[in-house]
């Protein structure tokens, strides 16, 4: 099960240098001119976990595999790009394949980097996106309302649900506001489907990531206090980095180099730990764990899944021939010191297939195909 963060935002606003600390990787070439990333650079990071962590500690396996996001470094958006304009057709296209937005926007003041607005406003800036992936939806919707209003008036079952969806997002996107802010509720399930079935750009969960200079890594500036503003207004999520430290502690070799240089700066951990996390959030997924002497890992679902589900992401024949799942919450196998002592103490449960599976549960699978 994959899912990946597209990395977004104006030229030269340090998206690249972002994505080349991020994956400590230089498939990004990070230059001081617009567009010098063309084609989409993916890669795969491992998310920090403590307990995964601790787990290794208590276990002692052979092999360890951690949990993994995968974030895709878009060429950078100009204004007019929903018209095409730049690469705006193709960084479009490139963020309709994504799960969630990771909006990266300038709050320094660097007169040796270019920037493409003449001047540094990040809110500007996210509104100059925000307003093309806005347009874009618009004019995507309203391509398809006359079929579906003819299909509605016939009776088309499908059709009626798709226009209900899709007139109060028009409505919301002419009054310069994005597709979630009137997304169906989730409980209803065929309105629900219908609204992710339209695939729209403004649909998507954004982390605003503020880059910063160095000395305002770890207290933010104005221009990030501005974007804190805006995204507590709009219940998003935002985080405070400095792509230029990043990219200094991604040369780093060894973890304790890491942490003094960090501490150095009154930094208790890299900026790019806090956004992986954070798209994690973003994307509404949790862990859970399965613990054993060959391996220890973890692994990705989406919040709210029930065991089968998450035993299909291990293999499809471990959902289609489920029985029951042997659990153990993480809590109490740290408490009571590993699974044997959890059995003798009563703490390991067998769910069946209604079971809501929870963050940090670690499960043996039982199945029969």
């Known amino acids: 099960m994959g899912f990946n963060c597209g990395i977004v935002g104006l030229p030269n606003v340090g998206k690249s240098t972002l994505f080349n600390a991020l994956t400590q990787t230089i498939a ?12 989409p650079n993916t890669g795969r990071v491992a998310v920090p976990d403590k307990r995964l962590d601790k ?4 276990v002692q396996p052979k092999n360890v595999v951690p949990t993994q996001l995968e974030f895709v470094d878009i060429a950078g958006l100009v204004k007019g790009a929903s018209k095409g304009e730049g690469l705006g057709n193709q960084f479009l296209a490139n963020i309709r394949e994504v799960d969630a937005i990771i909006h990266v ?12 607005e003449g001047s540094v406003d990040p809110i500007r800036d996210a509104e100059i996106v925000e307003t093309e992936l806005m347009i874009a939806d618009l004019e995507s919707l309203e391509k398809r309302m006359d079929q579906t209003v003819k299909k509605a008036r016939g009776g088309d079952k499908e059709a009626k649900i798709r226009l209900a969806v899709a007139e109060p997002i028009i409505a919301a996107l002419k009054a310069g506001k994005p597709a979630r802010t009137a997304a169906p509720d989730v409980s209803d399930k065929e309105a629900f489907k219908e609204y992710k079935m339209l695939q729209l750009l403004t649909s998507k969960p954004v ?7 160095e000395e305002s890594a770890a207290e933010g500036n104005e221009f990030s206090r501005r974007v804190m503003e805006k995204a507590k207004a709009e219940n998003a999520r935002a985080v405070i980095i400095s792509a230029e430290i990043e990219s200094e502690v991604a040369q780093l070799e060894s973890e304790e180099e890491k942490k003094e240089f960090l501490s150095a700066l009154g930094l208790e951990e890299t900026g790019l730990a806090k956004i992986i996390r954070e798209g994690y959030k973003l994307l509404g997924l949790e862990t859970y764990f399965t613990a054993g002497p060959k ?3 973890a692994w990705t679902f989406v919040k ?3 065991v089968p589900q998450c035993a299909g992401i291990i293999h499809s024949d471990f959902e289609r021939g489920f029985i029951r799942a042997e659990t153990i919450s993480y809590d109490d196998f740290v408490k009571y010191g590993g699974e044997q002592a959890c059995k003798e103490a009563g703490k390991m449960r067998s769910e069946g297939k209604d079971y809501v599976v929870q963050d940090g549960d670690l499960l043996n699978f039982l199945f029969n195909v």
């Open 105 to 116: 926007l300038r709050c320094f003041e660097n007169d040796n980097i270019t920037h493409v």
């Open 304 to 306: 709210g899944s029930k």
């Open 28 to 39: 990004a070439q990070a230059a001081n001119f617009p567009f010098c990333t063309i084609e």
């Open 207 to 213: 982390l605003y990531v503020c880059n910063v200079d």
């Open 55 to 58: 787990l290794v500690e208590m």
């Open 295 to 297: 391996e220890v890992r």
